[in-house]
């Protein structure tokens, strides 16, 4: 599986775009970025997830370079609901293992 | 439609106890896995079952054993509990196969004193 680099923190307001980085340059052809995201307390709750070309769901959007080397996650509107550690994941082919980062904790701010 | 549900939600045990786990997947899903969640650290992946069959197994020693049942709820079991096994674990489940996305369940809390 590719190893993720992502921002330790980030800050957003409420109402604002939040936009979440990482870098996955070890990814290969036919690995996945998948979006999670975990509030306090609770499981991982699943987001997004691509293989080359953006997706969009009710969640959030997912924006994927050409060469695949990273990917930023937009969550257009958020709310203080929002605040949680947030992991990007590249791979796994199979759907199995899944190998969590240390994420960023993005914090939005009345 | 029911999550992924697990139980109990907590549990507190000693060293050298055994504990089960246990975990029903979202209806339809065929693939159940189980992850480690140690306080400031991502899940840690521990098993993956499908079909009843292991088709993945992560760093941890034998005393983690796993199975899943013909209607694929699954249970894990640690024996001799070590204090470093306190910790948050959590099953996901997906349908199976290919870039399905795992989907999880709140977890449970164990506490070894």
């Known amino acids: 599986d590719a190893k993720t680099t992502q921002p330790p923190s980030m800050d957003c307001a409420e109402g604002r775009a939040a936009n979440l980085p990482c870098n996955h340059s ?3 052809g036919n690995e996945y970025v998948y979006w999670y995201r975990q509030i306090h307390s ?3 709750q699943y ?3 691509g293989l080359k070309n953006n997706e969009t769901n009710e969640m959030a959007s997912l924006i994927i370079t050409e ?4 990917s930023t996650l937009i ?3 958020a709310t203080l609901r929002d605040t949680a550690v947030y992991y990007c994941i590249g791979g796994p082919t199979s759907g199995s293992r899944l190998t969590f980062g240390e994420g960023t904790q993005l914090t939005v701010n009345p | 439609d029911a999550g992924v549900t697990q139980s109990p939600t907590h549990l507190i045990k000693t060293r050298g106890q055994h504990v089960t786990l246990r975990c029903s997947p979202i209806s339809g899903h065929k693939s159940v896995s189980w992850y480690q969640q140690v306080l400031g650290q991502g899940p840690q992946f521990i098993f993956q079952y499908y079909e009843k069959e292991e088709r993945g197994r992560g760093n941890f020693p034998d005393r983690f054993s ?3 049942f013909p209607n694929y709820s699954s249970e894990l079991n640690v024996n001799a509990l070590l204090l470093g096994d306190s910790a948050l ?3 996901a489940s997906s349908l199976g196969g290919g870039n399905q996305p795992q989907h999880f369940g709140d977890g449970t809390r164990l506490s070894i004193l």
């Open chain 1, 26 to 28: 070890t990814i290969s």
């Open chain 1, 42 to 44: 609770q499981g991982p």
């Open chain 1, 47 to 49: 987001i997004i997830h």
């Open chain 1, 67 to 70: 060469d695949r080397k990273s």
């Open chain 1, 75 to 77: 969550l257009p509107h």
């Open chain 2, 66 to 68: 796993a199975r899943q």
């Open chain 2, 89 to 91: 674990y959590l099953c």
